[in-house]
């Protein structure tokens, strides 16, 4: 069974910097793609990050490239989006998704909320 819980959200202000986790199953996380996706208030759920089963492939969304850095701890069985210089337009519910389906995830968390105050 596929389990994903994240935690980590919170409110930080402008230019600040917070680190998701998303605590996953250990059955399929080293072999498979996991990401994050985010949706903010009356908007559509959009692709943040993700990270190959192996860890040595990421794909980032333009917005967040040089900012954002999607990681796996392979001891721990965790997902990170360690994210920094951080705008109020990040703030969003950001889910933990796992196995690409190759235009989507096929499993996802419950979210957590990221708000980043201006």
């Known amino acids: 069974q596929v389990q994903l819980v994240e935690s980590g959200g919170a409110t930080v202000q402008a230019g600040g910097s917070l680190r998701l986790s998303c605590a996953a199953s250990?059955?399929?996380?080293?072999?498979?793609?996991m990401g994050w996706y985010r949706q903010a208030p009356a908007k559509d759920r959009e692709f943040v990050a993700r990270?190959?089963?192996?860890?040595?492939?990421?794909f980032y969304t333009d917005s967040v490239k040089g900012r954002f850095t999607i990681s796996k701890d392979y001891n721990n069985y965790t997902l990170y989006l360690q994210m920094a210089s951080l705008k109020p337009e990040d703030t969003a519910v950001y889910y933990c998704?796992?196995?690409?389906?190759?235009?989507?995830?096929?499993?996802w968390g419950q979210g957590t909320q990221v708000t980043v105050s201006s």
């Open positions: 990270i190959s089963g192996s860890g040595g492939i990421t």
């Open positions: 998704g796992a196995i690409w389906t190759g235009n989507a995830f096929k499993y």
């Open positions: 250990r059955t399929f996380f080293r072999y498979n793609t």
